[in-house]
């Protein structure tokens, strides 16, 4: 069975060909257009902006990907079912993948699956090239599931594929929205998180008094909740106040001084993010008395978050599994909506005029 699986939902262009073969996912393309460059100039996304993009790409994107297939549109057996992420996410960014989707269904006379792309981030785990499609005997479930990326943070408990219920997230601004903030706050540039998280590795700060501490704000309280714009707020403040500081300490001289507090700053809040997302996360997992733990979205990239994610588990949840997918599929991707696609075959449909955005979809 092959799927064509895209998504739009936010900054990147992608398209992904799935086939289904003997109990394996085998992709046989999965390309992403992104528009960093576009945005960076702007420090965030704009909406209106990025669908443009999306409308300009889409026709390329799928170009590109058909080649790497050799699939031709004209021969619609090629294709079992078309999958399209429908939110949440930028509503017109959405509305642009979704059409292109429809057009594309009815051109080749197939089926459209809607896909949540919160649960695509968490299927995402099951993409990779050693993954194996998971089976109920899978002893993965119930599973605490936590979702990282530029729009959302959410504790997820997961009792199956596609039995989810939220039991927490962030209350304002999510962890990797926190990441983007405190980069343009340093002026690091977009998107936040692979910058702070480089300025991070290159930090050796020998002298304990020039040690930053930010808050871990929400880390005791006894819900599954976030809350990390009260961090951003505090990186601006000590980024004003501390420039006297800035001036004596530090070592080096203008720019480098300047260089290394940077350094100092994207570490600390670096390791603030990941504290609570640690503490926070393993707290349901005990909870709940879960089997695994599985991370998704952009964040979960951040290599630091992903050592210290492992070294926790071991220590405090021994018997616990540990799910995290390739660095590659953390970000968003279209891989991961093929997939989720195979899981909800049944949600096909040809009533295509149903299928519609909504920015705020719930998982
Ligand atoms: O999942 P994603 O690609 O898009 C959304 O669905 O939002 O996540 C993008 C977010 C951005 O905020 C970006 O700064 C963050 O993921 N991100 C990272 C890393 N790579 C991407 N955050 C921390 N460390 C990284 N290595
Ligand atoms: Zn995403």
Known sequence: MIILGIDTSCDDT?????????KKFNFISNIISSQVKLHAKYG?????????????????????ALKQTKLALNKSQGVDYIAVTVGPGLEPCLWQGINFAKDLAEKLKKSLISINHIEAH??????????????AKSQLFPAICLVVSGGHTQLILMRGIGKYKLIGETRDDAAGECFDKVARILGLGYPGGPIVAKMATKLKIKNEKLK????????YQKNYDFSFSGLKTAVLYKVKSEKPRLRQGYGGQGKAKSEKYKRAMCAEVQQAIIDVLIHKTLRAAKDFRVKSIILGGGVAAN?????????NIKRELPNTRYLIPDTKYCTDNAAMVAVTAHFHQKKATKKIEEIKADANLKI
């Open 14 to 22: 992608c398209i992904s060909v799935l086939e289904v073969k003997n």
């Open 44 to 64: 965030g996304v704009y909406p209106f902006l990025a669908k443009r993009e999306h409308q300009k790409n889409l026709p390329v994107v799928l170009k590109k």
């Open 122 to 135: 968490i299927l995402a785990n099951f993409v990779g090239e050693k993954s194996q499609i998971p089976s």
């Open 212 to 219: 930053i501490n930010l808050p871990r704000p929400m880390i």
């Open 303 to 311: 290599d630091e978050l992903r050592k210290q994610f492992r070294e």
